[in-house]
């Protein structure tokens, strides 16, 4: 029962026992308020029995009322317990389930977002996970608890005078069945509404990430009748599935008032039949009133539990990928990294890396280079399990790294990229990425290895300024040092470093390229090369050429060869003395 919950609605199985918890509540509120009905009836038929004995009725006026108030404080307090454990439950499994789908979303490969829209994702960690939230604090409980308290109460009806509770029930499966025919609805209506969501939140974050460029080429209003064209078709989609449900819900509704009026012709005729007593009238009157109350607003929220069948598809997508596993514990023998007969493809058939072999050993610079797009970044992502190869293997210190969780393989790499992602925090606490638990002193230290000293203390706070959103507000330059300045702290044995130095102006590439000479003794270093200088000074060059190894050595065997290495060579020095010459 919990297990089949938790898969049913993307519960935990806290959340499963909880729902099932709330569920029993709510069942014991919906039969609880019954109680009221029994406590006229009891008051009735007292007051009938003490004038047909010629008492006075209003002498046990305060036993009634001492016990209409004994009711009423028991039915607060069984709504109370409801409430508390609706929303107990809901907040509960709310926060777990952000918490484990951003878990989820953490040990997911690279290979699960290059396939995934981030807007996609973002709307399903913030507004799928409200829907949901709304659902099981509202409508899920309260759904389960009045199908069982309408079958308990009929169960009764049917003992006390089965024509009586024909003339209150047969209403509802009507209303359930009209309900149930928004779905359909709901369905067609449903699947477009959320890709109307989403395209608006599409283009709104489309609009936020190019903000620079739609103002410099003045496409404000072009954007602006974008965003408004998404908007209305939204509200119009909205609009009308509101307004087609709105049909059957409030038919479904109708149908439950009839009820009451079946009730009471049926009961009057019973009545002036004699065959029906007063007080069962009364009773059975006051009943179809208090089982119409909960039972229709659980039909007005049914059609809102049809939507969420998408999102809880979309979160169960989420939760439900396969995850990079592997062993925890792992100490490799010595940190040499090897590519043995690797092929990879980001997409089926679309082979990047083909029979790709090479070694990366310690204490050496293994620079990768090669035309645009050969698979250099692809190889360094592969050797840090970003993705799994789809064939051969890839080991550090002789382990294949398949096999080891990417979190404890990942504490063996430091790694300097081009795009450096600097976090809105202090520059002390991005500095502290590295290692969590340095103290203040280590990481200065780093931070003057890295020449980033200098530079910090002359921000407003220094080490204590908060630097925006990826670093927005340092130069190229200072961002790339900062990065030296993690990975020197974190002290990993392995490098992987995209030379980006190429961008800088002359005096931060010297002061980087100091960074980088500190940083890389003793290591094994995997560079994705693009100057001819840095390649010069490795031990080992792989040449990789659409996804293929074409050649590799010393840059001394490589010139001998002749071949792609020794055109790149002499093309870059060609370029060099061209720009001189400018
Ligand atoms: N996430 C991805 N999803 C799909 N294809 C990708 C992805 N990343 C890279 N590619 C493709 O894989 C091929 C190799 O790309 P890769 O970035 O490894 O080349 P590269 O040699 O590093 O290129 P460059 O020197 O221009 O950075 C290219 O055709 C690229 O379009």
């Not at 396969?322 to 010595?334: A, H, L, S, V, Y």
């Not at 090669?370 to 382990?399: E, H, I, Q």
């Not at 800088?504 to 980088?516: F, P, W």
């Amino acid at each position: 029962m919990t297990k089949k919950l938790q898969h049913l609605f993307a519960l935990s199985e806290k959340g499963a026992k909880d729902l099932i918890k709330a569920v029993l509540w709510c069942f014991v509120c919906n039969l609880s308020l019954m109680l009221p009905v029994g406590a006229v009836l009891f008051t009735a038929q007292h007051l009938l029995d003490s004038m047909e004995n010629g008492n006075d009725p209003v002498d046990g006026f305060w036993i009634y009322a001492g016990f209409g108030a004994a009711v009423l404080i028991l039915l607060f307090i069984l709504h109370w317990f409801q409430y508390a454990s609706l929303y107990l439950a809901t907040y509960k499994e709310s926060a777990n389930r952000r918490v484990s789908l951003a878990e989820t979303l953490r040990r997911l490969p690279l290979s699960f977002f290059g396939n995934r829209d981030l807007s996609d994702l973002t709307s399903t960690m913030i507004a799928d996970c409200s829907s949901l939230d709304q659902m099981f604090s509202h409508y899920v409980p309260q759904l389960f608890a009045s199908i069982f308290s309408t079958l308990v109460i009929g169960i009764v009806m049917f003992f006390c005078d089965w024509r009586m509770a024909l003339s209150v029930l047969w209403v509802v499966p009507v209303a359930v069945l009209l309900t149930a025919g928004s779905k359909k609805i709901q369905d067609s209506f449903g699947t477009k509404n959320i890709l109307n969501k989403r395209a608006v939140a599409d283009c709104i974050q489309e609009g936020l990430e190019t903000i620079r460029d739609i103002k410099a080429c003045g496409r404000q209003e072009t954007y602006m009748e974008k965003l408004d064209e998404k908007l209305a078709a939204m509200e119009k989609g909205s609009i009308r599935s509101e307004l087609a449900t709105g049909v059957f819900v409030c038919s479904a509704q109708a149908f439950l008032r009839l009820g009451l009026a079946t009730t009471v012709l049926t009961g009057g005729a019973l009545l002036a039949a004699g065959e029906l007593s007063f007080l069962y009238f009364l009773g059975f009157l006051f009943a179809a009133a208090r089982l119409y109350d909960p039972l229709g607003l659980v039909l007005q929220n049914i059609a809102a539990t049809f939507n969420t069948k998408l999102q809880i598809e979309r979160m169960r997508s989420i939760l439900e990928q396969p995850i990079q596993e592997g062993t925890k514990e792992f100490t490799p023998d010595n940190y040499n990294i090897a590519f043995d007969h690797v092929s990879f493809a980001y997409r089926e058939g679309d082979g990047v890396l083909e029979d790709v072999s090479f070694t990366a050993r310690q204490g050496e610079v293994t620079a990768l280079i090669g035309p645009s797009g050969g698979g250099k970044s692809t190889a360094c992502k592969l050797a840090a399990r970003f993705w799994d190869v789809t064939g051969g293997k890839v080991t550090l210190g002789g382990a294949d790294v398949s096999g080891v969780e990417p979190e404890t393989l990942l504490k063996y790499y430091s790694m300097v990229f081009q795009d450096v992602v600097l976090f809105r925090d202090t520059v002390m606490e991005n500095i502290r990425l590295g290692r969590r638990e340095a103290a203040d002193e280590e990481v200065i230290a780093a931070a003057k290895a890295a020449r980033c000293d200098e530079f910090i203390r002359k921000l407003p706070q220094g080490y204590q300024t908060v630097i925006g959103e990826n670093g927005s507000t340092l130069s190229g330059g200072e961002r790339q040092r900062i990065s030296i300045a993690r990975a020197l702290l974190k002290d990993a044995p392995v490098i992987l470093l995209d030379e980006a130095t190429a961008s800088l102006d002359v005096e931060n590439e010297s002061a980087v390229q100091e960074a980088l000479s500190r940083l890389l003794q003793g290591k094994t270093v995997l560079v994705i090369a693009h100057r001819m200088r840095t390649v010069a000074g490795a031990d080992h060059i792989v040449v990789l050429q659409d996804g293929h190894v074409v050649q590799q050595g010393t840059p001394e065997e490589l010139m001998e060869q002749g071949g792609l290495y020794r055109r790149m060579v002499e093309l870059q020095s060609e370029t060099s003395q061209w720009k001189l010459e400018m």
